[in-house]
């Protein structure tokens, strides 16, 4: 039964794959015209984690620009129309440490997310860009893991981290974090945070203690990011973890870890059209190097490819 049921999963994620191919696939079925085909598109991008509201939309929009005497969708067309659509809500953050202050990056998102390891990818990124010196921040103190994990890619990355027992109050942490950076003259703390979603109402508390003592601490002697990592392959609940920590908290840009230009690729978009959330870096492997800058037509090439 168990091993049924992996099956059935593994066989849903492969067909939701390669969105541009199924687009392809449906134009050949319907012929691109009628109110058939116009549900069969929906139908695929709420597949393909558009959300169901973004896909209405994203089709009503597609039926307005089309001119009745247009004739068929060809393929060519309808991926232009989607681009045409989708491609101005499409935002870009530039996280680039600032030369003059200290700045500080406050990661935020759920566990299990890749949160400590965007951490490291960071800032390994950083540190190659010539940054400064780096200090990561250990603010998850529920989990003693997740302290011992950020020591580990603090060495790996030749960071400095700070931290204190498991269980110690996480603003503490970060407070000590920029006390520390401060006097030893260095330009950049990444601090990790714990990600609690069972238990929302003390973890929207803890980060707005959080998010009021690094503002009080950095001053406009720094500059301040919130970062959300999101993990693609969850659909749309990263859409909801956005609602929620963009509504408590304030998200200045999005990182999208595990991404797989293949998968389920609508969440960036319905993430960027419904909260206008702009993305900084997609996590696209293991590696320290596979943290890569938003590009919003390369994402859409990428997501509409038909091969």
């Not at 499409?90 to 500080?104: C, Q």
């Not at 929207?204 to 693609?232: F, H, N, Q, T």
């Not at 969440?267 to 960027?272: D, M, P, Q, R």
């Amino acid at each position: 039964m168990f091993g049924r049921k992996k099956k059935q999963e593994k066989d849903g994620r492969r067909s939701v794959k390669n969105f541009g191919r199924r687009i392809k696939d449906l134009l050949t079925r319907s012929g691109g015209t009628g109110e058939d085909f116009y549900e069969s598109l929906e139908d695929l991008l709420v597949e393909a984690d558009f959300g169901a509201a973004a896909a209405v939309e994203l089709v009503d929009e597609l039926r307005e620009n089309r001119n009745s005497s247009s004739g068929d969708w060809t393929r060519d067309d309808l991926v232009a129309g989607l681009k045409d659509i989708i491609r101005p809500s499409l935002k870009t953050a530039d996280l680039t440490p600032d030369p003059e202050k200290l700045t500080l990056y406050l990661v935020l998102g759920v566990n299990g997310v890749g949160k400590t390891t965007t951490i490291a990818k960071m800032a390994h990124r950083f540190h190659n860009e010539s940054s400064g010196d780096i200090v990561l921040a250990a603010g998850d103190t529920f989990r003693a893991a997740a302290i011992a994990q950020l020591e580990i890619h603090g060495k790996r990355v030749g960071a400095r981290v700070v931290k204190q027992n498991h269980g110690s109050d996480p603003g503490a942490v970060i407070y000590d974090a920029i006390n520390s950076a401060m006097s030893q003259g260095d330009k950049v703390v990444i601090a990790d945070t714990a990600g609690r979603m069972h238990n929302r109402t003390n973890l929207v508390r803890e980060l707005s203690k959080i998010d009021r003592i690094a503002r009080d601490r950095l001053g406009k002697a720094g500059m301040y990011r919130k970062i959300l990592v999101i993990d693609a392959t969850t659909g749309q609940n990263g859409m909801r973890q956005a609602e929620t920590f963009h509504k408590s908290i304030g998200i200045d840009a999005v990182v999208m870890a595990k991404y797989d230009s293949s998968a389920k690729g609508g969440l960036v978009a319905a993430i960027s059209r419904e909260l206008n959330l702009p993305f900084a870096y997609l996590g696209r492997g293991e590696g320290m190097d596979d943290l890569v800058p938003f590009n919003p037509d390369i994402y859409l090439d990428e997501l509409l490819a038909g091969d």
